[in-house]
C-alpha cells in the first residue's frame, strides 16, 4: 500500500462529497417518482411494461438509499473499493508482486546505475564534485514511473468519490427511456474505474520480471566492468534499463483504465444477451462505446427518431412490432 494513494479517507474531500449526495439523493427521488408515474401512466398500457417499470423504480430505490449514505454507513462505493483496493481485495491476492517488492527493487537499480554513474564521472573528471546529466536521467527515469502510479491512484480515488456524490442524480435518471443510456454508462465506468488497482496488480507481474532482470544484467560482472570502465555502451545500458522499466509502468498505469473500459462493456454486453436477450444485451454493451440502443437515445447519438428508423431498415417488417415491444 503506497502511503499517498492507497487510503481511501480523503476526510475533507470525502466528506464534501457526502454532502453533496446528501443534498442530491431528495430531487433524484422526485425524478424517479416522476419518471415512474411518466412510465405507469403513459404507453400502450401494457402489464409487462408496467411491471418493468416498477422494478426499475424499486431498483433506483435501492441505490439511492445504499450508493453513497453519511459516513460510517456501509455503501455500494466503499464496497467496490474494497473489493479491488481494500487490504484484502483481490487485487491484494492474486499472488501479484506487492508495490513494497517493486519499489525497493526499482530503487535498488536506480542506486546501482547512480553508483556507476558517479565512478564513470569520477575516472572522467577527476577532482570535480559536480554530478552529471546522466545521473539526473538515471533517477527521473527510474522514479517517474512510481510519482506516475501514485498520481493515478490518488486520481482513482478521487474519482470514486466523486462518482459517489453525483451517482444519485444518474440514477434518477434511469426513470426516463431518453436518458436511461446516461445512468448505465455512468454505473458500468464508476466499476470500472473501481477495478483500475487490479489491472494494476496485475501489471507488476511484468514489473518486477523487468526489474528482475534488470538487477541480473546489472549484476553481472560484464555490464557492471562496462559501466566503471567507462564504456559509453555499458553506461547507456544502464540508463536504458531505467527508461524501459519506466516506460512499462507508465505505460500500463495509463492503458489499463481504457483496457477495462472496454471489458467491462464486453461484459455488459454478453450479460444482457444472455440474461435479458440478443438486442437488449446488444444495447447495453453499445452504451458505453456512445451507440444508440434501438428505440432509444446512447451517449452522442442523434434523435430518437433517427435510431428508430435504422432499426426498421435493418429489421424484416414482421419483427418491428417485436423490437419495438422490447425495447419499450
Not at 454532502?19 to 398500457?45: D, E, H, R
Request: with cysteine; proline share 5%.
Amino acid at each position: 500500500m503506497s502511503i499517498l494513494a492507497a487510503q481511501f479517507d480523503y476526510p475533507g474531500f470525502k466528506a464534501a462529497c457526502h454532502l453533496v449526495n446528501t443534498g442530491i439523493v431528495p430531487f433524484a427521488f422526485f425524478m424517479a417518482v416522476i419518471g415512474f408515474i411518466q412510465a405507469w401512466t403513459s404507453g400502450s398500457g401494457d402489464l409487462e411494461h408496467k411491471k418493468n417499470s416498477f422494478v426499475t423504480f424499486i431498483v433506483i430505490i435501492g441505490l439511492l438509499a445504499l450508493w453513497y449514505p453519511p459516513q460510517g454507513q456501509p455503501s455500494i462505493v466503499q464496497g467496490l473499493w474494497e473489493l479491488f483496493t481494500g487490504p484484502n481485495s483481490i487485487s491484494e491476492n492474486i499472488g501479484a508482486p506487492t508495490e513494497l517488492e517493486t519499489d525497493g527493487k526499482l530503487a535498488a537499480l536506480v542506486a546501482t546505475e547512480t553508483l556507476a554513474s558517479v565512478a564513470k564521472d569520477k575516472e572522467e573528471n577527476p577532482g570535480e564534485s559536480g554530478r552529471q546529466w546522466s545521473e539526473y536521467l538515471q533517477q527521473v527515469a527510474g522514479l517517474g514511473g512510481i510519482f506516475f502510479l501514485q498520481f493515478a491512484k490518488i486520481l482513482q480515488n478521487m474519482s470514486l468519490m466523486i462518482a459517489g456524490a453525483l451517482g444519485s442524480f444518474f440514477f434518477g435518471l434511469m426513470m426516463f427511456q431518453q436518458t436511461r443510456s446516461t445512468a448505465i454508462t455512468f454505473m458500468l465506468v464508476t466499476v470500472s474505474v473501481a477495478m483500475w488497482p487490479f489491472g494494476w496488480a496485475l501489471a507488476r507481474f511484468g514489473t518486477n520480471f523487468l526489474l528482475t532482470l534488470a538487477l541480473e544484467s546489472m549484476g553481472t560482472s560484464a555490464v557492471a566492468g562496462k559501466v566503471f570502465n567507462n564504456d559509453p555502451f555499458g553506461a547507456m545500458t544502464a540508463i536504458s534499463w531505467s527508461a524501459v522499466v519506466s516506460a512499462w509502468i507508465v505505460v500500463t498505469t495509463a492503458g489499463i483504465p481504457f483496457f477495462l473500459q472496454q471489458l467491462v462493456s464486453y461484459g455488459a454486453a454478453s450479460f444482457g444477451g444472455q440474461f435479458l436477450g440478443s438486442a437488449q444485451g446488444t444495447a447495453l454493451g453499445g452504451l458505453m462505446e456512445g451507440r444508440a440502443p434501438v428505440g432509444g437515445i446512447g451517449v452522442g447519438s442523434g434523435a430518437p427518431q433517427a435510431a428508430l428508423s435504422g432499426s426498421r431498415a435493418a429489421l424484416p417488417s414482421s419483427s418491428i412490432p417485436e423490437a419495438l415491444r422490447l425495447t419499450r
